[in-house]
């Protein structure tokens, strides 16, 4: 199978700028602070990964370690300062379900809003309407503003539009410990779903058990530096370690 | 399968405004939530595009037509003819240029929970910022239209050019130093307020308020063709050729080499602008995720 992602050598730097203000950038040049005005690390350190079309790969690692920022690497939010990224096929994030969402709008704008962010066309909204509300079960709510819905719809909608924008590659950021049990049933059921049609994905989150059960590979990240590439029970046995 | 026979591409790198005209489903929702989102629980919707503008025209009609005679009057006769035309027509051209700018620059960093986790091209912000403005131009110049109607204005083909031109170097304006402006925010968030100044300045480096001639008549030959090459300038005297020139008896100079000259002028200005802006843009989006 041909790769679905290439990561090859990427490292990020961040610089966390202390001030964002031109007044005080000046002052604090012209007082000889010039020290106080940014601190870098490293959140990434020559990273590579080839994932394959239809692989299913969790990112595991403590806070800090770097995943969500290798995550928006491969969705291209952030671009790496060295090294390249590359993709195939349509790519779309989990990456906080909702991103996009305008709680002064209808379900029903919302869902044409985030479809399109997600880089869906006027005519496959149209198409995958009915099948999003109804994966959503918000049934009659689809035109009441977003603000009114309840945690749990706002999760579902969100989620559903997510699910029906039908990438090649599906990158999630700990999302499914949200919502109640049955439709997190649900949800880890689409997923699995999307994983046996050969959908791509890889998975950010700290429930162990859940991407035990949804992925095969494991990626271990500290640091920025890749630990452990390999079979998913041994990459959770190290974590836990 | 579909996903073999695509090609592997980088992700994150748009082809800037390129992507804006592809997205058009994307920017037309934006535009459209934006104006939902503004006059949601508003009774008056989007009469307050109109009395806004309403109050300060009055504001400005009394205090600068009356109070500073400018308006020609019998007592009067170096005013200007139909100078409530003369100043709607180019204050209504103002506003769209402050209100475009003015949410360009900020666009950026509103959006910022958005830009930070899905990519998508971020130009599409500042240009639907500039596009909702003009949305909100629209019924000013309905207005226009009828004060003009009603004060004997005959429309021809040429007057609906110039102010087609006169409207395009204002927007081009706008979305160039939307898109600079808008990027520069997300580092330093006081340039907000340069951007405010500018547009304070804006309002009084052109002819909105006042006469083209007694700017010739203070400034040299030069200074005055400094002041001629702002593009805001051309687009609110196109507006004047456009709008009020034909109310008026025609006594009332137009500035010299409008099309011949400044109207080119204005236009590439704009464009020029625009493409430093793209550059600008696509030079500091890729840390956007980051800094925002």
Known sequence: MANAIEVSGISKQFVLRHTRSIKETVVWLAKGRRGDLSKKFHALKDVSLDVEAGETVALLGLNGSGKSTLLKHISGVMLPDSGTVRTRGRVAGLIEVGAGFHHDLSGRDNV??????????EQEVNDRFDAIVEFAEIGE??????????????LRLAFSVAVHTDPEVFLIDEI????DEPFQRKCIGKIQELAERGKTLVVVSHDLDLVSRICARGVLLEQGNVL????????VSRLRS | MSSTTQELVQPGLGRGLADVARSRFLLKLLVRKELKVRYRGSVLGLLWSYVKPGVQFIVFYIALGVFLGLEKSPRNPDGLNNYAVYLFSGIILINFFTEALGNAARSIVHNGNLIKKIYLPRELFPIASVWVSAVHFFPQIVVLVIACIFTGWHPGLFELLAAI???TIVALLAAGLGLLFGAA???YRDSENIVDMLLMIATWASPVLYAWTMVQRQLGDVAFA???????????ELF??????????GSSPMPPDLFSLWLPVGLVISFLVLVLGQITFRRLEGRFAQEL
Do not use: C, K
């Open chain 2, 185 to 187: 925010n997300v580092y």
């Open chain 1, 141 to 154: 709510f689809i035109d009441t503003e977003v603000r009114f819905y309840s945690s749990g719809m706002y």
């Open chain 2, 165 to 167: 031109a006169g409207f």
């Open chain 2, 226 to 236: 400094v002041y001629q090459a702002n593009p805001i300038t051309v687009g609110v």
């Open chain 1, 112 to 121: 044409y809003l985030n479809g399109a962010i997600l880089g869906m066309t």
């Open chain 2, 240 to 249: 004047h050729y456009a709008f009020w020139f034909p109310t008026t008896n």
């Open chain 1, 228 to 235: 452990f590439d390999g079979p998913i029970s041994e990459a």
């Open chain 1, 176 to 179: 499914l410990a949200v919502g």
